[in-house]
């Protein structure tokens, strides 16, 4: 249940800093969890009320939980900006998050399908000759050509099509817009693909649809793609999200510049984007051990 303190943060978040529906459950779910905490364990003290030991206790009961180092980062990522919000419109004299620490986390390397393996999906797979299995090949073509996000991607119209200068326009986190340029042979496959849509619905313009002119849901999509991905990798995740860290991946192996990659990701600091620095790093080390007389 949302408390009266809830409620005028995400709608901040909702029309002035404009995120996504899914960056706002994120922060809801984080905020009615902690509130139900204070209620049950300090009596729903008052907002100027609520201190750092307080806050301590709830991460420490997370801890108890078995929630990650990720979850509780972002639990106080929450927390942080609610605060610092009722700081801005005078409610609160001072944060009670200044002397909370969130715990390290250890970077994993990004998972990736091996550049060979995307060849064979491609080149040998064999798709259902129909509609659906048209849209399943060119939605993988499209992940895997452009690096984007799965809600970029079942939410992508056809007017962010841009066939003069094979490109589309992606709305990313934040309704940011960034150009990802394509090759011109997919920008044909997807005018062709556009053309041949059995049912135009009213009102969808979606540039991938159902047989029955549905856009796609995301369930259905990472179904897919995990069933194809299955057939040519033995990695253990298979989801659309792993297509996005070949197309990095892939990108950096081949000599791409980072802050290049970083736009591309529509990364919004080139820190998260260096994480496939170190899957370069490797691919180097391998071709010396293979190459070099003393490696």
């Known amino acids: 249940m949302l408390t009266p303190q809830i409620i005028p943060f995400l709608d901040y978040l909702k029309y002035e800093k404009r995120y996504s529906q899914h960056t706002l459950t994120s922060y809801q779910n984080d905020l009615v969890q902690f509130f139900q905490y204070l209620a049950s364990q300090f009596d729903s003290p008052a907002l100027s009320a609520i201190t750092p030991q307080m806050v301590r206790s709830w991460l420490a009961e997370l801890k108890e939980e078995k929630i990650t180092s990720k979850s509780i980062n972002r639990k106080i990522s929450s927390l942080k900006s609610f605060f610092n919000y009722q700081l801005k419109k ?11 620490i969130s715990p390290k986390v250890s970077k994993r390397l990004p998972m990736f399908v091996e550049q060979k393996d995307m060849d064979q999906l491609f080149q040998y797979l064999q798709f259902s000759d129909d509609w659906e299995g048209l849209t399943e090949r060119l939605v993988i073509l499209l992940f895997y050509s452009t690096g ?91 989801s659309p999200h792993i297509l996005r860290h070949s197309f990095a991946t892939h990108l950096m192996n081949n000599g791409a510049d980072l802050n290049a990659v970083k736009e591309l990701l529509g990364h919004s600091s080139l820190s998260a984007t260096q994480i496939y620095t170190h899957n370069t790093i490797d691919k180097l080390k391998e071709v010396f051990k293979k190459a070099h007389p003393k490696a």
């Open 90 to 100: 005078g409610l609160l004299e001072k944060t009670p998050m200044t002397t909370i």
């Open 148 to 238: 984007m996000r799965l809600s970029e991607l079942i939410h992508l119209k056809e007017s962010q099509l841009d066939s003069s200068y094979s490109q589309v326009k992606v709305v990313g986190k934040g309704n940011k817009e960034r150009i990802i340029p394509i090759n011109k042979e997919l920008i044909e496959q997807l005018k062709k693909y556009i053309q041949q849509k059995p049912i135009k619905m009213e009102g969808v313009n979606n540039l991938f649809v159902t047989a029955k002119g549905n856009p796609l849901n995301a369930r259905a999509v990472y179904s897919f793609v995990n069933s194809k991905l299955s057939a040519v990798t033995t990695i253990q995740k298979k």
